[in-house]
């Protein structure tokens, strides 16, 4: 979702700031958020609560602040904003080497992507049968380690040709020019049918993948100690925001597509994607948004750790796996 967001690049250029102005004196700073790509429903919950009065309810004066092509916890980590949406890897990446990014809030419970092929691929009908085949992607640390092994846990090598396309992943799996890519069963999943192009998925926890946060709000670590009681308000109501996009996809939906006017050409898929995430990622088995657990982070970023992908400060592999209890907190969230 957050590589290919077609007919609303524009709509993002005109987006320069959202803001929801609270009368108390104690909003004295502008709290900024940054997206990780332009406005989807990964970021729904954020429009919901900027719509709904939940930012000018806490007293807080918030302001988002469009995507660029820096990486969102890079931004976090220099103070250039306070917030904003990363996921569960490039969360773990960025504070393994040394960034002051802590984990807040997961949006998603569960891994939202598939590995996708065409449906008419009758040569491909489970992960084993991507051996041989070629992958387009999208170069991000990790992603081809863990196609591997979703492979191999299904009896397969895991050896395949990779080719780096970015957004042209899609369409270079749609025309045949590539076998398989991953894709976000909530947006690219919903569009591909939307366009004729029928995708089958495969998902990583069906081949005993470990499951992830697809999504995950940090913060700025130094930012949150020196501002414990504001960090608190401005989580509890974004979760918030959240919570409601989970309970109520529709009316979500349409509060994330008045906040961004003219951004969407498929108002149907905003709504079907919004169903989909509420429905099956956003809640945990309480039926809330936004936990966390160690139990998670370990299995996940673990497998990272595992595979000797991460780096420390120094740039050197990580030689002990780290407390990942010190990855995230759920200190900021309300209470049961």
Same mark, same amino acid.
């Given at each position: 979702?957050?590589?290919?967001?077609t007919?609303?690049?524009? $709509?993002?250029?005109?987006?320069?700031?959202?803001?929801?102005?609270?009368q108390?004196?104690?909003?004295?700073?502008?709290?900024?958020?940054a997206?990780?790509w332009?406005?989807?429903?990964?970021?729904?919950?954020?429009?919901?609560?900027?719509?709904?009065?939940?930012?000018?309810?806490?007293?807080?004066?918030?302001e988002?602040?469009?995507?660029?092509?820096?990486?969102?916890?890079?931004?976090?980590d220099?103070?250039?904003?306070e917030?904003?949406?990363?996921?569960?890897?490039?969360?773990?990446?960025?504070r393994?080497?040394?960034?002051?990014?802590?984990?807040v809030?997961?949006?998603?419970?569960?891994?939202?992507t598939?590995?996708?092929?065409?449906?008419?691929?009758?040569?491909?009908?489970?992960?084993?049968?991507?051996?041989?085949?070629t992958?387009?992607?999208?170069?991000?640390?990790?992603?081809?380690?863990?196609?591997?092994?979703?492979i191999?846990?299904?009896?397969?090598?895991?050896?395949?040709?990779?080719?780096?396309?970015?957004?042209?992943a899609?369409?270079?799996?749609?025309?045949?020019?590539?076998?398989?890519t991953?894709?976000?069963?909530a947006?690219?999943?919903?569009?591909?049918?939307?366009?004729?192009?029928?995708?089958?998925?495969f998902?990583?926890?069906?081949?005993?993948?470990?499951?992830?946060?697809?999504?995950?709000?940090d913060?700025?670590?130094?930012?949150?100690?020196?501002?414990?009681?504001r960090?608190?308000?401005f989580?509890q109501a974004?979760?918030?925001?959240?919570?409601f996009a $989970?309970?109520?996809?529709?009316?979500?939906?349409?509060?994330?597509?008045n906040?961004?006017?003219?951004?969407?050409n498929?108002?149907?898929?905003?709504v079907?994607s919004?169903?989909?995430?509420?429905?099956?990622?956003?809640?945990?088995?309480?039926?809330?948004?936004?936990t966390?657990t $160690?139990?998670?982070?370990?299995?996940?970023?673990?497998?990272?750790?595992?595979?000797g992908l991460l780096?420390g400060?120094?740039?050197?592999?990580?030689?002990?796996?780290?407390?990942?209890?010190?990855?995230?907190?759920?200190?900021?969230?309300t209470?049961?």
């Open positions: 979702m957050r590589r290919a967001l007919g609303i690049a524009a $709509a993002a250029l005109a987006l320069t700031t959202l803001t929801a102005c609270g108390d004196s104690g909003s004295d700073e502008t709290i900024r958020f997206l990780d332009t406005p989807n429903t990964n970021h729904t919950g954020f429009f919901v609560a900027q719509q709904r009065g939940y930012f000018a309810d806490a007293g807080l004066d918030v988002v602040l469009p995507y660029n092509n820096t990486s969102v916890d890079t931004v976090v220099a103070g250039n904003a917030f904003g949406i990363s996921t569960h890897n490039s969360s773990t990446f960025s393994a080497s040394g960034a002051h990014t802590l984990s809030l997961a949006p998603l419970q569960h891994w939202a598939g590995i996708g092929v065409k449906a008419d691929r009758t040569d491909i009908t489970r992960p084993k049968d991507l051996d041989g085949k992958y387009a992607g999208f170069g991000d640390p990790g992603e081809e380690e863990a196609l591997q092994q979703v191999r846990n299904d009896g397969g090598t895991g050896e395949f040709t990779s080719v780096t396309l970015g957004t042209s899609y369409e270079a799996v749609y025309s045949g020019k590539a076998d398989f991953v894709s976000y069963l947006w690219e999943g919903i569009e591909a049918e939307h366009h004729g192009t029928p995708m089958t998925y998902r990583y926890t069906d081949y005993g993948f470990p499951d992830a946060y697809a999504i995950v709000v913060a700025n670590e130094d930012w949150l100690g020196a501002n414990p009681e960090a608190a308000k989580v974004l979760q918030r925001g959240y919570q $989970a309970d109520n996809p529709d009316q979500a939906a349409q509060d994330l597509i906040a961004n006017p003219g951004a969407f498929d108002e149907a898929l905003v079907e919004q169903r989909m995430l509420a429905a099956e990622f956003m809640k945990d088995a309480d039926g809330k948004v936004g966390q $160690a139990e998670q982070w370990a299995a996940n970023s673990g497998f990272l750790y595992r595979s780096t400060p120094d740039g050197a592999a990580l030689t002990e796996e780290p407390d990942w209890s010190a990855y995230f907190t759920n200190d900021y969230l209470g049961p």
